[in-house]
């Protein structure tokens, strides 16, 4: 590498606090992210683990219905179909979207189209290390960004990035990761009204159980001193100095001026909202007991 860069990926259940964890560390001068703060071409159905390491196999929970239709192409086995795939996603999907609040998101905001197709192309030159080919294109993709002024850390949150740890971590054997959790009845009340998730009970029981399960082996692949799990109840109520001084020490950072004034002012219990899922569900106790039969025990209960 021409210039240490050191990929810090946030992840876990959707709502569950990735994003701001990612504010807060980009107030650090030593922190980029952003525009976008998800890039998804990592973790996505064809995206850069599947072109590197072939297609990946998790439960159907975890799939669309056409992700799952994707995984069984015999095509997949062939590194140039990958890339097809993966590069036709770049300069679509990827590159511009209307992202959950209407707003336009994408590679576009992180550099000019010319360069990103260059990245591509020398993506698909290096193919013959497929490894070494996928570790230069995102530190490509770092260091092309128009926000990155020589800081020393990168930061992605997009939410399956637990799930895919330690495919990332091969990639990346200085990443550090930070799985983001809460109580999972408020993350449920959450996830439940959003257009990308689970849209009812029945179905976000066994998603919310299955992504757990694979983040928490995931993490177990990656050595300890760089993986940290830090509960939104304790970042914003229960522990809030502690746990602000483990993401620091996770990262490598020191504390600043910005990053603590940020905290201080809108990492809070009122922003979390926390207990919302006693009011964010119709029968409350009745989710709580369908929590408890198909998930199992509810930590960090509000």
Known sequence: MSQEIIP????????????????????HPNLF??????????????????LVYGMHRIPATQLTLFERLALLNPLNLSIKFRYKMFRRKALGYWWKRIN???EESGIHRSMKR?????????????????IAAGRK??????????RFKGQKYWMDTTPPNMMFASEIYRLFPEAIFIEMRRNPLDNLSSVIPEPWGPNDLKSALPWFRDRIRLATEEKAKVPQKQHLTLWLEDLVMNKR??????????????????MREFFTNEVTAE???????????????????????VVGAIEHET
């Open 241 to 258: 100095e502690e746990s602000y001084k483990q993401l620091l020490e996770v990262v490598g950072l020191d504390d600043d001026e910005k």
């Open 8 to 27: 810090v990926f946030s992840g876990g259940i959707g709502r569950s606090g990735t994003t701001i964890v990612g504010t807060l560390l980009r107030k």
């Open 100 to 102: 959950r609040i209407g």
């Open 271 to 293: 922003k979390a909202h926390i207990g919302r899922w006693r009011n964010g569900f119709e029968n409350p106790e009745q989710v709580r007991s369908e929590f408890l039969r």
């Open 137 to 146: 294109f995102l530190l490509g993709y770092i260091q092309n960004h128009k």
């Open 33 to 50: 992210s952003g525009a976008p703060n998800e890039v998804r071409f990592m973790t996505e159905v064809y995206g850069l683990l599947d």
């Open 114 to 130: 010319k360069k990103w197709i260059a990245l591509l192309d020398e993506l698909e030159n290096g193919l013959g290390d497929p």
